[in-house]
């Protein structure tokens, strides 16, 4: 859909939904009875932590990001550095990964 590689393009863009089904063929989902957490991130975290598209569905490095995550970040709602602590995670340094980094985490 964008004219160039890592190219972003919003949702809320107009030009976006002229093909709608292009869209939908990418958006999955599943219905759990529970989950651990819902981790929304962008490239710039995504890219260093599994480095392909097809390493998302290895669940080692799903547990080790967990893992990174809880050892920097102590994930739940009781820390009161909680903020914090998730930006100064970010701040991780990988040879060639420069992009921005943003991460939102529901547990």
């Known amino acids: 859909m964008g004219e160039f590689a890592g190219q972003t393009r919003f949702l809320t863009m107009g030009d976006v939904w002229s093909d709608a089904t292009s869209i939908m063929n990418r958006v999955k989902f599943a219905i759990a009875d529970e989950f651990t957490a819902l981790v929304l991130m962008t490239d710039g975290v995504s890219d260093p932590v599994f480095e392909t598209e097809s390493n ?43 992009d921005d980094r943003t991460i939102a985490i529901l547990f």
């Open 56 to 98: 998302l569905r290895r669940l080692e490095l799903w547990d080790r990001l967990w893992g990174d995550l809880q050892a920097s970040a102590s994930l739940n709602s009781d820390n009161p550095n909680l903020e914090q602590d998730l930006l100064s995670w970010l701040n991780f340094w990988t040879p060639g990964n420069h």
